[in-house]
């Protein structure tokens, strides 16, 4: 496809779980980024790869959350026991080198019950 | 730490009614500028890049510009389609080059 994909698009699952979302950016984009969006806010920075290493994990809340990108490619958000505060939009976007525009996938929307 | 605040929150127009939306922001050093739109229910769509003071971009209805502490979104006579969240995002120097600190956007309804 021409843009970033991500699924799920949606992913309801009960507190304590663990959770992988999933991130296609566009072929050819070096420089992947996860997001995190709360109702009314704008995305918050979560971490960021440079091809299969994670160049910035500042972003990363806790050591519940862990993302890998082990080809360069295709990346996995993995959260592990989930709690009710990780509800959110998670993106996922991508640019074709660490700087400059970033190309936004639809996020999936996760909710913790 | 690096802030970046928009306003309004909501902005309600008559088509046709033009307007600018401001993003003012604090960061240790700009390397760029961002404006996306977001439609409910999807992912940002990139706008603009501005990279430094004096510098403006145009598409179709909207144009961009920046000076050394804020960034304006003109929308010159509105249509109901451009309806939606307005996002400002800075990169900001000091930080990696990944990380984009964005505003918490401004809603905008374009009523015909």
């Known amino acids: 496809g021409a843009g970033v994909s991500q699924t799920p698009s949606n992913k309801v699952t009960e507190k304590g779980k663990y959770v992988e979302l999933r991130c296609d950016p566009i072929s050819g984009h070096t420089a992947l980024y996860w997001y995190r969006q709360s109702l009314g806010q704008g995305p918050e920075f979560l971490i960021y790869?440079?091809?299969?290493?994670?160049?910035?994990d500042s972003g990363l809340p806790n050591d519940r959350f862990f993302a890998v990108r082990p080809e360069g490619s295709v990346s996995t958000l993995k959260i592990q026991r989930t709690e009710r505060g990780d509800s959110a939009v998670y993106l996922c976007?991508?640019?074709?080198?660490?700087?400059?525009?970033?190309?936004f996938g639809p996020g999936t929307r996760l909710t913790v019950l | 730490e690096d802030q970046v605040t928009q306003s309004p929150e909501a902005l309600r127009l008559q088509e046709g009614e033009s307007s600018s939306l401001n993003c003012s922001y604090t960061v240790s050093g700009l390397r760029g500028l961002f404006w996306y739109r977001q439609d409910p229910g999807k992912g940002p769509e990139f706008l603009f890049t501005l990279y430094s003071a004096g510098e403006e971009k145009e598409k179709e209805r909207l144009k961009a510009t920046l000076t050394k502490k804020e960034s304006f979104l003109h929308i010159t006579a509105p249509k109901p389609e451009d309806s939606a969240t307005y996002l400002c995002?800075?990169?900001?120097?000091?930080?990696?080059?990944?990380?984009?600190?964005f505003g918490q956007g401004t809603i905008l309804t374009v009523h015909p």
């Open positions: 995002a800075v990169h900001a120097g000091g930080t990696s080059y990944g990380k984009l600190t």
């Open positions: 976007a991508s640019s074709p080198k660490g700087r400059g525009e970033q190309f």
């Open positions: 790869f440079q091809g299969t290493g994670a160049a910035d």
